[in-house]
């Protein structure tokens, strides 16, 4: 009779892996380890994942997909970049994983993004017009929050890092009260539109 394959080692090998990322970094994340901690052999992940940085990129997206569902439960666009940036700081190692160079294999131009079409539907229903008319304002809002993640993950500072949270938060909290400046303007007005936009900029 043949052998029911584990359906469950895949996960079991993550599992592994994150767990020495956690703990020992890079430098502890190797094929053998990762086998030996998920109770299989070398040669059974190596037919899974072709080397270390196949296997980085399935951690990668993983960790993405935890902090999609960690934004996900927000129930305002407020609390949204405020969560992400609770995860960076909370689970430090884990946001590195997604910040190096399996970064293409995550949000390269040709990749699903369902973070993003998510939040630019509720913007839209919140503020009217369509999702695509926000697109502007998530890359915004994103890069923001990435970079203070991106900070928080290397500094072991706390009044530096309780710092740089608050202005990210206060920042995104303006874009938010400012949000009809990233929305599409007819051309035929665009001379005035940078003045406009000016006055109107709320503090």
Known sequence: ?????????????????????????DK??????VARRAGTT??????RFRNKDALRAAMARDVDRQIGKAIRGATTIEEVYRRYLQFARQHPREYKMISGAVWTELM???????VQDWLQSWLGARFGGQPQDYAGFFHALFLL???????????????????IEENCVAICDLLIKNIEIFQPRESSNSSNSSSRTQDRLVL
């Open 108 to 114: 390269g131009p040709d990749r699903p993004r369902p």
């Open 42 to 47: 070398t040669t059974t992940v190596y037919k």
């Open 145 to 163: 929050m990435h970079g203070a993640a991106s900070l928080l993950t290397v500094s072991k500072h706390r009044v530096a890092n309780k710092e």
């Open 1 to 25: 009779m043949p052998r029911m394959a584990d359906q469950g080692l895949e996960k079991r090998i993550l599992r592994a892996a994150q767990h020495l990322w956690h703990s020992q970094g």
């Open 28 to 33: 502890g994340l190797t094929l053998r380890a």
